[in-house]
């Protein structure tokens, strides 16, 4: 009586490890780990401020009030 909950436990942990193993390969091929240190110093940086770009467009509605 007790062993029929192994007939689904089995085959839903074999389900689940092969889901893992599927998101692990996309995040290796999507390149997920290929700089684990960057990240880490990156906020150890000071940026330069960057000024936003002048679109023409808002130029043109600038000079026409």
Not at 19 to 35: E, L, P, Y
Request: net charge negative; charged share 30%; no cysteine.
């Amino acid at each position: 009586m007790e062993l029929e909950i192994l007939y689904l436990l089995i085959p839903l942990s074999l389900v689940l490890v092969v889901v893992i193993g599927v998101v692990f390969w996309w995040a290796v091929k999507r390149g997920q780990f290929d700089d684990l240190e960057g990240p880490a110093y990156q906020i150890l940086f000071d940026e330069e401020p960057t000024k936003p770009e002048s679109r023409p467009d808002a130029a043109a509605r600038e000079t026409k009030k």
